[in-house]
């Protein structure tokens, strides 16, 4: 990526996340290239970005303004989840959820599914193509319980962008990022045992701690910096937790990137109350902003992260291929691996190793990344149009999920079953708690390319809404 | 499949299960024609057939015997496995084998591998090959949670062949018959829970039990029917058996088909003690014999019966595809299999629906029926020639694995320590025991066409043992 592409959205990011608010000066182009120890143009190049994306303004002799009539979503609202270890719900509306055949009748803005329109993917189906046509042992044999050696080799490589020295060796390929969550989740825990969960949290890794039996503490989260070390804290001096879980990078729903320093703050935590950390990072490749994040096992250095992720978001998640880096768990998680599903598929395995080898998945991300923060824009845009005033939404740093919070009182799961004659789905809220809060809440994907069809679909569910708020005024 | 083949098929299983033993008179062509309803010459031609085999030769004017000279050798001994629920050993054996990458250099008679050189797979590389090339939503998204609608039709057709009446909602496709195997005995069972099994027994399933914190309960079993009724029977009366987990058909390690009297009375028996059955059924279309056996599914009629089965015998492993008919536990199962693995890979899934839609699965079935069947002959000439005097083998009834025992004090574990430098390696009898018992025996594949490659492999396993046999003693 070039130096003002770089800058541009590092500044982008500042405006948006609030550090510069509307109508206030931003840094001259001199100080900016003092700072960054980037040439004048660079930084005129990345003022002109800004300037095309609405996200600064020129004024005469006075420099750059974050525009005044920039009008910024309110951000959600920090949850109140119960302050204390629930057996986890919500498995009916999970049900609800993954029970859907992908349809085109269908506006499907519930699924965590990500855009595998683009051509950039062309070469992964070729050589599936291709590798499908041999009647070989490789494709269709057991392979290694650990996975295709060549796959961990380049995943090893992937996995230096964000911060982490690991070889093959200390990886363990999975079926999808599910299963790797699901077998560190058992590694870890025995029924009845306290995860730290964040909160708005993933519902597929809860419904696991519910299906073996475990209890989920959930933990205020931030919109924007994450999940409360302070609330942390205080849990972990009062209950016995086994382990957290949590998605720092492009958080699954709230779409926040967890600063760095609060990153190494967790894992001192950790370290301090010496608790586990399962990381799941499957969002982590497509942060708006380069380079992508660090993560929390980057930071790690007794093998207490268990750095979960998959090709799920960043390529198809038909393709389920997961993997995991257990650190010191690594004996036991690979148990776990073997008995939940024995060996994964070698032929999908094969072909990624392809992909990433031959150079493919860099442009693919840098695609997608583009993409996705453009849609984004776009669906906050019409959320904020369609939607009732008032309406708060979250504001993604990557990944391709919205989080919409509505008025207090307002039932997402009523407002599902409406939209079902309009043929459009979005994900409750509820099922992102693990005592069923969130109800006022959904989370929307804004993966695909903006369409009319799609603006349409938001319309329909801003009017849904407004129905529904006025039957119960 | 022809009448005379189906009758000599009938006739030379009875045979090989001594029901005839050498030089004893077989029935007449007029009583067989009577008791089958089959004409004198479909008789004459079965006959024909058993001649070519060795299995039968005539006498003039006295009909057909059992040729005197015909060397059975002798079955495994029935086991005697400690008769408590047992703590699951065994991992790092189990590892061993699993951590091996398919290889051409090594002989590797120790894996469950299937024959996947066949002529009629390839109409199924042929679909896997074109699905790969679309890059299209059903085949790289998330599928709905039970699987593809189309193969869930297809098994169900499938499935009438061993008797049982199931539609698509019964069934939910997993990522290989292990998870099927997994989600169900989670389904079922908690943590200290004790499960009774075959002995021997599938190591996978063990290991499950162990991961999950489960005991296992070893009972005997039969080398010819299967799992003792008396001895489960009294274990049912003196433990709080949760589950009885076995593969009644093609059983892997042994090969027998239990009969279907047993099944019928293994069923009652669950249900007077009111324990649920998870029945294996991976190697069950593999049955030498036409029609091939029925379930104990088949005769289910309370919903007890969790079957499990895939594609990894009968097609390919590295597909990963398996299913299970779970029963009355099927929204139990279906949380468990969403929270392993999430939905299965659809791309597989698609394509082996087109494989059995086209009537592709028929024709390969009966070649690879045909192929194993020789090739456990040829295999067990070889055991009989190359290994020592007194060596006991199994006569598996389908599937493609032999169970040899070798005299008592022998350690398998330490032959293929051995073999290693033969590039030969064997499944060691102890990973198929709780407690790690069966070191004296082992398992071989069998699957392969019979090549000199082969021969040269079974004939250094018989030397290594002959030298440490010696060392021994």
């Given at each position: 990526m070039t130096l003002y592409v770089n800058l541009a959205e590092l500044l982008g990011s500042r405006i948006e996340n609030g550090f510069y608010?509307?109508?206030?000066?931003?840094?001259?182009?001199?100080?900016?290239?003092?700072?960054?120890?980037?040439?004048?143009?660079?930084?005129?190049?990345?003022?002109?970005?800004?300037?095309?994306?609405?996200l600064a303004a020129p004024k005469p002799k006075s420099g750059y303004f974050v525009p005044a009539s920039r009008k910024a979503p309110a951000l959600p609202a920090v949850g109140r989840p119960v302050q204390r270890p629930v057996d986890i719900s919500q498995w009916e509306q999970?049900?609800?959820?993954?029970?859907?055949?992908?349809?085109?009748?269908?506006?499907?803005l519930g699924r965590g599914m990500p855009d595998i329109s683009s051509p950039t993917l062309k070469p992964l189906m070729r050589s599936l193509s291709q590798l499908s046509r041999k009647q070989s042992m490789p494709g269709l044999y057991y392979d290694n319980i650990h996975g295709v050696h060549t796959l961990r080799e380049q995943i090893a490589r992937l996995l230096l962008d964000s911060g982490c020295n690991?070889?093959?060796?200390?990886?363990?390929?999975?079926?999808?990022?599910?299963e790797a969550l699901s077998a560190s989740i058992r590694a870890l825990c025995s029924p009845g045992d306290i995860v730290a969960v964040d909160s708005p949290s993933f519902f597929g890794a809860m419904q696991t701690l519910k299906g073996l039996g475990m209890k989920a503490?959930?933990?205020?989260?931030?919109?924007?910096?994450?999940?409360?070390?302070?609330?942390?804290?205080?849990?972990?001096?009062?209950?016995?937790?086994?382990?957290?879980?949590?998605?720092?990078?492009?958080?699954?729903?709230?779409?926040?990137?967890m600063p760095e320093s609060r990153k190494r703050a967790l894992l001192t935590l950790a370290q301090r109350f010496d608790?586990?950390?399962?990381?799941?990072?499957?969002?982590?490749d497509l942060a708006f902003n380069y380079p992508r994040p660090r993560t929390i096992k980057s930071f790690d250095e007794d093998g207490r992260v268990l750095l979960c992720s998959s090709f799920s978001k960043s390529l198809a998640p038909g393709l389920r291929?997961?993997?995991?880096?257990?650190?010191?768990?690594?004996?036991?998680?690979?148990?776990?691996?073997?008995?939940g599903t024995g060996s994964t598929a070698p032929q999908p395995q094969l072909a990624i190793a392809e992909f990433l080898q031959s150079g493919h998945f860099e442009p693919h991300l840098r695609r997608m990344r583009t993409q996705?923060?453009?849609?984004?824009?776009?669906?906050?845009?019409?959320?904020?149009?369609?939607?009732?005033?008032?309406?708060?939404?979250?504001?993604?740093?990557?990944?391709?999920?919205?989080?919409?919070?509505?008025?207090?009182?307002?039932?997402?799961?009523?407002?599902?079953?409406?939209?079902?004659?309009?043929?459009?789905?979005?994900?409750?809220?509820?099922?992102?708690?693990?005592?069923?809060?969130?109800?006022?809440?959904?989370r929307m994907n804004f993966a695909p390319k903006s369409t009319p069809e799609i603006e349409n679909a938001v319309r329909k569910i801003g009017m849904m809404i407004e129905k529904m708020s006025a039957q119960t005024d």
């Open positions: 608010r509307p109508g206030d000066r931003l840094p001259s182009v001199r100080a900016l290239s003092l700072e960054h120890g980037v040439s004048l143009s660079t930084v005129q190049q990345a003022y002109r970005v800004l300037e095309d994306s609405g999970v049900l609800d959820l993954i029970r859907v055949s992908p349809a085109h009748a269908i506006t499907q690991l070889t093959a060796n200390d990886l363990i390929i999975t079926t999808g990022c599910h503490l959930e933990i205020p989260t931030d919109p924007i910096t994450g999940i409360s070390l302070e609330a942390l804290e205080l849990a972990l001096e009062q209950w016995p937790i086994k382990a957290i879980q949590l998605t720092p990078s492009c958080n699954n729903p709230l779409g926040y990137v608790v586990a950390i399962i990381e799941d990072d499957v969002y982590g291929v997961g993997w995991v880096a257990p650190g010191r768990y690594l004996e036991r998680v690979l148990h776990m691996k073997y008995i996705y923060q453009r849609s984004r824009d776009q669906m906050i845009d019409w959320v904020m149009r369609y939607f009732p005033e008032g309406t708060r939404v979250s504001r993604p740093q990557g990944g391709f999920m919205l989080w919409v919070e509505l008025a207090e009182d307002f039932d997402t799961l009523r407002l599902n079953r409406a939209l079902l004659e309009y043929d459009v789905q979005i994900a409750v809220g509820s099922i992102f708690s693990a005592s069923g809060k969130y109800r006022n809440c959904l």
